[in-house]
T-cell receptor
Framework: TQLLEQSPQFLSIQEGENLTVYCNSSSVFSSLQWYRQEPGEGPVLLVTVVTGGEVKKLKRLTFQFGDARKDSSLHITAAQPGDTGLYLCAGALPGTYKYIFGTGTRLKVLA | DSGVTQTPKHLITATGQRVTLRCSPRSGDLSVYWYQQSLDQGLQFLIQYYNGEERAKGNILERFSAQQFPDLHSELNLSSLELGDSALYFC????????????FGSGTRLTVV
């Protein structure tokens, strides 16, 4: 069974703090995405990474794809209350139509 | 607005009933995916269609069925509804395999009473 495990599951931090969310698997992915979902809404795509070791930045968010394309991390610098939400990683398995979502990290940033 | 349209936004129905959820994909996208998300649960993949053909199946119950029409819109039919079917149902679309990710609709919240 292919799994994408995220850690931590829950994170509550103060505004201005930094944090890192991890997404790990034993499977290799041809691409990996990060989404943010707010209550009652659909997930919104933040970034796609496709090359091992790739780093992408989106304002205060930094995404990294592991060298072996089995894991990824999301680092948020100086978190803001607007960053609050459910963060999901997801990946496409090579040679298949399978696309797997991670277990999710629920982030709350307190003002 | 993501470009993926789901209707209705909310649905309340009784156990044993049948409902149909509708999804219009983003313009140009050929693939449609259906997901179920229960309270505090992750996204559970139900089924994928590509240009009218079923491409992949996930943990979809036999009471559930879906189809994609020639105009590419899709419908998810849920029958013999049970209390446990109460959830958010999301539709997503992509141009092909989802290699670059999906675009999600805002979901249909189904409440079975």
């Amino acid at each position: 069974t292919q799994l994408l495990e995220q850690s931590p599951q829950f994170l509550s931090i103060q505004e201005g703090e930094n944090l890192t969310v991890y997404c790990n698997s034993s499977s290799v992915f041809s691409s990996l995405q990060w989404y943010r979902q707010e209550p009652g809404e659909g997930p919104v795509l933040l970034v796609t990474v496709v090359t091992g070791g790739e780093v992408k930045k989106l304002k205060r968010l930094t995404f990294q794809f592991g060298d072996a394309r089995k894991d990824s991390s999301l680092h948020i610098t100086a978190a803001q209350p607007g960053d609050t939400g459910l963060y999901l990683c997801a990946g496409a398995l090579p040679g298949t139509y399978k696309y797997i979502f991670g277990t999710g990290t629920r982030l709350k940033v307190l003002a | 607005d993501s470009g993926v349209t789901q209707t209705p936004k909310h649905l309340i129905t009784a156990t044993g009933q049948r409902v149909t959820l509708r999804c219009s994909p983003r313009s140009g996208d050929l693939s449609v995916y259906w997901y179920q998300q229960s309270l505090d649960q992750g996204l559970q993949f139900l089924i994928q269609y590509y240009n009218g053909e079923e491409r992949a199946k996930g943990n979809i119950l036999e009471r559930f069925s879906a189809q994609q029409f020639p105009d590419l819109h899709s419908e998810l039919n849920l029958s013999s509804l049970e209390l446990g079917d109460s959830a958010l149902y999301f539709c997503a679309s992509s141009s092909g395999t989802g290699y670059y990710g999906y675009t999600f609709g805002s979901g249909t919240r189904l409440t079975v009473v």
